[in-house]
């Protein structure tokens, strides 16, 4: 029997061999540049981190469950997923957080140099 790969798996494997995505790779390729395009970066990140912050409350209900139950086992399998999501999951909050913060430079530069500059009026 021939086993299947799923479309992440090879649109991973055509990723690292830098060749074009082709079939659901393609397609989701396209969706995910239309958003890019329509709603910019900052919607794809906070989209990221909604998602990954939600996989680690899920995993870690589940960590809980287990130590709560006494299965060690298992808890030591869910540990190593949840370790990896809780961490990815802050990378991308803390992203989408300073995405959200208003860019105050260029009105703070226009002040300063009002008051660098002798004899000008602002």
Do not use: C
């Not at 996989?55 to 990896?84: C, F, H, P, Q, R």
């Not at 990815?88 to 140099?113: G, N, Q």
């Amino acid at each position: 029997m021939t086993k299947l790969i799923h479309g992440g798996a090879k649109a991973l494997w055509d990723f690292q061999r830098d060749r074009e995505f082709t079939g659901l790779a393609y397609d989701k390729q396209q969706e995910i540049q239309a958003t890019y395009e329509s709603a910019g970066p900052a919607a794809l990140i906070v989209k990221n981190a909604v998602r990954l912050q939600t996989i680690n409350e899920l995993y870690y209900d589940a960590v809980m469950k287990a130590a709560n139950d006494k299965d060690v086992e298992y808890m030591t399998s869910l540990l190593k997923v949840w370790g990896w999501v809780v961490n990815s999951s802050i990378r991308a909050l803390e992203l989408a957080h300073k995405l959200d913060k208003p860019d105050h430079t260029a009105a703070i530069t226009a002040m300063l140099k009002t008051y660098r500059e002798p004899g000008e009026e602002g």
